[in-house]
């Protein structure tokens, strides 16, 4: 069984930043993501990392503000978010997948609890 747990969220002003962190129990070998939601709005791909660390993708709506990372010595995941909007505002989860990489939601078996994001105007 794998155990996702995300930290680092919080309030912040436009313009601002925050890391997200995401640390795995159980199996470490994982594809890994991080998907947003935000109220009204149907859950969407944020970012993906692939098992070895070496690919990463991103939403055109984050690219250049945005770092995904891993640590697989300490099964942990992180999100470096900068020159953060108020349309970044959302719940954001962790995911993970046994595929290398995915963007497609479908494709991640365990997911996190999910850690609030608010970027105030």
């Known amino acids: 069984q794998v155990q996702l747990v995300e930290s680092g969220g919080g309030l912040v002003q436009a313009g601002g930043s925050l890391r997200l962190t995401c640390a795995a129990s159980?199996?470490?070998?994982?594809?890994m993501g991080w998907f947003r939601q935000a109220p009204g709005k149907e859950r969407e791909f944020v970012a993906a990392?692939?098992?070895?660390?070496?690919?990463?993708y991103y939403a055109d709506s984050v690219k250049g503000r945005l770092t995904f990372s891993r640590d697989s010595t300490k099964n942990t995941v992180y999100l470096q978010m900068n020159s953060l909007r108020p349309e970044d505002t959302a719940v954001y989860y962790c995911?993970?997948?046994?595929?290398?990489?995915?963007?497609?939601?479908?494709?991640?078996?365990?997911w996190g609890q999910g850690t609030q994001v608010t970027v105030s105007s």
């Open positions: 990392i692939s098992r070895d660390g070496d690919s990463t």
């Open positions: 159980g199996r470490s070998y994982f594809g």
């Open positions: 995911a993970a997948t046994n595929k290398l990489i995915a963007t497609i939601s479908e494709m991640y078996a365990y």
